[in-house]
């Protein structure tokens, strides 16, 4: 069966300071992967998707940057962090072919909050 | 017109009663439409899903209508337990590149 990997669980950053989130995704083979923004008030904002290594397409100009240098590991990065960054992050994945019921399926979620 | 529109923002249902959330769309090329529950500090789970060629899909305690015509869709909670207390989403695929439209979340409060 399918699993994602999503660390740290936790982070606080002070204002400026960089930021690494990583995502792995195990028991599939070029899935499709997501950076969603969870902030206060329950709004899921997509990031970043990606459709293949090095393929990165971005939804919403910000401070942050992802990139994909493996099949199946997905990571999110800022080189310096702002207050408007503290959210709780989420990375998904879903297959890479759009049969019919392939959706998308979440991590555990990483809490960032920026100091 | 990629957006899904969910109401209502909170809801607050007796243990017992039916929980019933609604969602609305405008871009008709949606063809997938999935309900996530989420509990706090959790990544949203799915739930259930229907595709617009059905009306109605049930699983357990939890129901989806659809009506293609509207481009409304809803999720019915029967028997609604203080277990099923979380923040529900509806969503879309939108059917290139599989990107996830998310409503903007209803808070689900079971009082026992």
């Known amino acids: 069966s399918q699993t994602i990997h999503q660390w740290p669980a936790t982070l606080v950053q002070p204002v400026g300071s960089p930021l690494s989130l990583e995502c792995t995704v195990e028991?599939?083979?070029?899935?499709?992967l997501y950076w969603y923004r969870q902030a206060a008030g329950r709004g899921l904002q997509l990031l970043f998707y990606?459709?293949?290594?090095?393929?990165i397409s971005s939804e919403v100009p910000q401070n942050l940057s992802a990139s994909r240098p493996q099949d199946r590991q997905f990571i999110l990065s800022s080189k310096k962090l702002l207050l408007s960054d503290s959210g709780f992050y989420l990375c998904?994945?879903?297959?890479?072919?759009?049969?019919?019921?392939?959706?998308?399926?979440f991590g555990e979620g990483s809490w960032l909050t920026v100091v | 017109q990629q957006q899904v529109k969910q109401s209502p923002q909170s809801l607050i249902v007796q243990k017992g009663g039916i929980s019933i959330i609604n969602c609305a769309y405008e871009?008709?090329?949606?063809?997938?439409f999935p309900w996530y529950q989420q509990f706090p500090g959790k990544g949203p789970a799915l739930l259930i899903a229907?595709?617009?060629?059905?009306s109605e899909k049930k699983e357990g305690r939890f129901t989806i209508s659809f009506n293609k015509s509207a481009k409304q869709f809803s999720l019915h909670i029967m028997d609604s337990q203080p277990g099923d207390s979380a923040t529900y989403f509806c969503?879309?695929?939108?059917?290139?590149?599989?990107?996830?439209?998310f409503g903007q979340g209803t808070e689900l409060s079971v009082k026992p």
């Open positions: 028991g599939t083979s070029n899935p499709n």
């Open positions: 969503a879309a695929i939108y059917n290139q590149g599989g990107k996830l439209i």
């Open positions: 998904a994945w879903s297959g890479w072919d759009r049969a019919p019921g392939n959706t998308i399926y």
């Open positions: 229907i595709r617009p060629d059905v």
């Open positions: 871009n008709t090329a949606f063809d997938y």
């Open positions: 990606s459709v293949g290594i090095g393929q």
